[in-house]
């Protein structure tokens, strides 16, 4: 049964709900993006019903990003304030990445990886949504000096980037690392999950039980 | 827009050669501002010929009329009340596209085919492929080109390719009536520059010279002014131009290079999956809770 109750609640329905959604206008934006981003991306524009369309419909897409991914920000935040532990957690992350978890520290609800992506997407996504303001040619661009828009147009890029490749990281990792996807999709994990790959929040949620 | 087809020697957002078998002339529209009385006949021409009507505006207390380019006005002129050492001085230049060797718009375009570059040296915008982003207005170094708020397209001065193509000159050459503007290869310009440049000479203006400037490869609208040595007093004409490094920084090689990266990030994550294999639950704790499944 996917939702046991003997399991752990890991997410939310309204925090599953807005991950899903963030991932869908992610998926949207990105593509949507890349279009413009060089010219061997531009036939995605025919997903969006041609080159004025994506025009059109990109920013708006920032928009609604700017909603699902601000409503996840402060959703998680606290969760995901980075701990001496998770320090110690990442200077050992190539030991995990290699296969091998027996010096991790033990991770909390997320561990120092799951933080400090969770920070690099928020600056990422600040930066998208500030340059993309400045470059917003319909309604913005108008009201800054042509330097401005420039420089805004780099920024923007080399975020989305930054921000693609983030995603294929956070997306990779939810695949290597078995079951979490079914956390994200059902809400629940197995105790022995939790126990091994979130020792410390397993012990929280249990009480010290095992 | 235009009919030539064969002579493509740049085309936006196209990473392969375009047809580009047809080997034209080298062209150029050459503005002697000192010639320049501001009657604007160009302005009407251009109008005239390309069938762009402006909204009826406003006086500003100025001759500007219109005060700038807009999608509809390609040309416009400017008029400056400058001191000089020859005292008050009346500079008017007939702005507009400059048709740059090196075209910062067709550099920063995205839409496949949207900005053309003749191996005349025209640079032309083919607004059925113009998406509206902007971004030639971000690319270019003159302040050029004007998003029209009817269509959301990108407009600015074709050189009247489509004259040139038949073998006309451009509409604002033809009816110019004191000769300031006169149109030919670049080569023959060049050559009726330099004379010009010597008869200013000769009459006191001791740093008239050729507006060619090489920042963006040279231009295919020169300008010969009195004062070459202070451009920005022809309202704000550029000293140096060129494409700015922000943009060819956004539209360089990091960008495919940051392509393959991500591609080689999807690889390398699907490699380590194989050669690592998953991240699962130990042996030892799916044992310590084998009640729960």
């Known amino acids: 049964m996917k939702n046991d109750p003997k399991k752990l609640l890991r997410f939310t329905p309204m925090e599953r709900a807005n991950h899903w959604l963030t991932a869908i206008i992610f998926f949207l934006a990105a593509l949507s993006g890349l279009s413009f981003f060089h010219p061997f991306f531009f036939p995605l524009t025919q997903l969006f019903g041609g080159g004025v369309w994506t025009r059109i419909l990109h920013p708006f897409f920032g928009v609604a990003m700017l909603l699902s991914f601000g409503g996840m920000f402060f959703?998680?935040?606290?969760q995901n304030v980075i701990t001496p532990a998770d320090r110690e957690w990442l200077r050992h992350v190539r030991e995990m990445a290699g296969g091998d978890d027996r010096n991790m520290p033990e991770a909390g609800k997320f561990n120092g990886g799951q933080k400090l992506l969770f920070w690099l997407f928020a600056a990422c996504m600040a930066l998208l949504i500030l340059s993309g303001i400045v470059i917003?040619?319909?309604?913005?661009?108008?009201?800054?000096?042509?330097?401005?828009?420039?420089?805004?147009?780099?920024?923007?890029?080399?975020?989305?980037a930054v921000m693609i490749a983030l995603i294929i990281f956070h997306i990779y990792a939810a695949i290597w690392t078995r079951e979490s996807i079914d956390a994200m999709l059902y809400g629940r994990v197995r105790r022995a999950w939790a126990r091994q790959h979130h020792p410390a929040w397993f012990r929280q949620m249990t009480g010290g039980e095992k | 827009m235009a009919l030539q087809s064969l002579d493509i020697t740049r085309r936006s957002a196209t990473t392969t050669p375009s047809p580009s078998q047809r080997?034209?002339?080298?062209?150029?529209?050459?503005?002697?501002?000192?010639?320049?009385?501001?009657?604007?006949?160009?302005?009407?021409?251009?109008?005239?010929?390309?069938?762009?009507?402006d909204k009826i505006g406003t006086n500003h207390g100025v001759l500007d009329n219109p005060m700038d380019l807009t999608a509809n006005s390609w040309t416009v002129m400017r008029y400056s009340e400058v001191e000089t050492g020859r005292g008050l001085e009346w500079l008017i230049r007939k702005d507009g596209c400059m048709h740059c060797a090196d075209p910062g718009c067709l550099k920063a375009c995205p839409a496949p085919g949207a900005i053309v570059q003749y191996s005349n040296g025209i640079v032309d915008f083919q607004e059925e492929n113009c998406i509206g982003c902007g971004y030639c207005i971000t690319g270019c170094p003159f302040n050029i080109p004007r998003l029209s708020g009817k269509d959301g397209k990108v407009y600015k001065c074709t050189l009247c390719s489509d004259r040139v193509a038949v073998g006309l000159e451009p509409a604002c050459a033809k009816t110019c009536p004191t000769g300031a503007i006169v149109f030919g290869t670049k080569d023959d310009m060049i050559h009726h520059a330099e004379g010009r440049v010597a008869d200013l000479k000769s009459r006191g203006f001791a740093e008239a010279g050729i507006y060619d400037p090489l920042g963006v490869g040279g231009t295919h609208v020169m300008y010969v002014l009195q004062h070459a040595d202070k451009p920005g007093i022809y309202h704000g004409l550029p000293k140096d131009p060129s494409v700015s490094a922000m943009v060819t920084l956004w539209k360089g090689a990091v960008k495919p290079i940051a392509s393959f990266a991500l591609a080689a990030g999807v690889f390398g994550a699907f490699f380590h999956y194989v050669t690592k294999g998953p991240n699962e639950v130990s042996e030892e704790i799916e044992k310590e809770f084998k009640d729960e499944k």
């Open chain 1, 136 to 160: 917003w040619r319909a309604y913005f661009s108008f009201l800054f000096p042509v330097e401005a828009v420039r420089v805004a147009s780099v920024v923007h890029a080399a975020a989305a």
């Open chain 1, 75 to 78: 959703r998680f935040k606290q």
């Open chain 2, 23 to 53: 080997k034209t002339q080298e062209v150029v529209k050459l503005i002697d501002v000192s010639k320049c009385i501001g009657c604007k006949a160009c302005q009407a021409a251009c109008m005239e010929w390309n069938d762009t009507r």
